[in-house]
Structure formats: structure tokens, C-alpha cells
Nanobody, 115 residues
């Protein structure tokens, strides 16, 4: 079965950096687009960034220039490098992929940006 396991969430001060990781199994990783989403308390889940199998990247306007999505097909892992973090980046961050008509999600990792 498809499994996505996120890690790397933490509490950081504004202006700090974090790198999230998502290890995937149960899929031919190199053939799949991967994405990062986030959900803040009381808000809907929103797209943060996606990367295709060909490594084309797409970002939400709110994170452009600060976040970078990347993938390592040898490790079946997708990363989200987050720099210049702001309090409004506080959320649970989820890894996502699709197979056919099905969406798969990880369990999420908490990122808190606070002084």
C-alpha cells in the first residue's frame, strides 16, 4: 500500500529555516508528482508546492522565493526547504501524491513559527 511519512517539523523563530522530508513507499516514486500542503487551525488545507516527475515545480504565491521543493528519486523522498519563516506559516504540513483517481496523504508534521 502507499505510505507517506513526513518528518522535520518543529518550532522555530520568525526568520528561521526548516527542512521537511517525506519518505514514500508503495509507489514507483520517480513516476509520480509529489506535493506539500498545509492546514492551519480553523482553515482549509492549501497547496504549498508541487514537483512533477520531471522536476517541474509550482508554488503558492505566499511561499514563492522562500520555500523550495525538491526530490531525491534514489531515496524515494521529497523535501520542502523553508526559509524566512513567518508566523503565518504555522500549520500542519502534509505530503501528497496521487495514483489514478486516489489521493494519498501522510500523517502530517507540525510547523510552528513563533517568538
Amino acid at each position: 500500500q502507499v505510505q507517506l511519512v513526513e518528518s522535520g517539523g518543529a518550532m522555530v523563530q520568525p526568520g528561521g529555516s526548516l527542512r521537511l522530508s517525506c519518505a514514500a513507499s508503495g509507489i514507483i516514486f520517480s513516476a509520480h508528482a509529489m506535493g506539500w500542503y498545509r492546514q492551519a487551525p480553523g482553515k482549509q488545507r492549501e497547496l504549498v508546492a508541487t514537483i512533477t516527475s520531471g522536476a517541474s515545480r509550482n508554488y503558492a504565491d505566499s511561499v514563492k522565493g522562500r520555500f523550495t521543493i525538491s526530490r531525491d528519486n534514489a531515496k524515494n523522498t521529497v523535501y520542502l526547504q523553508m526559509n524566512s519563516l513567518k508566523p503565518e506559516d504555522t500549520a500542519v504540513y502534509y505530503c501528497n501524491t496521487k495514483r489514478g483517481s486516489l489521493n494519498y496523504w501522510g500523517q502530517g508534521t507540525q510547523v510552528t513559527v513563533s517568538s
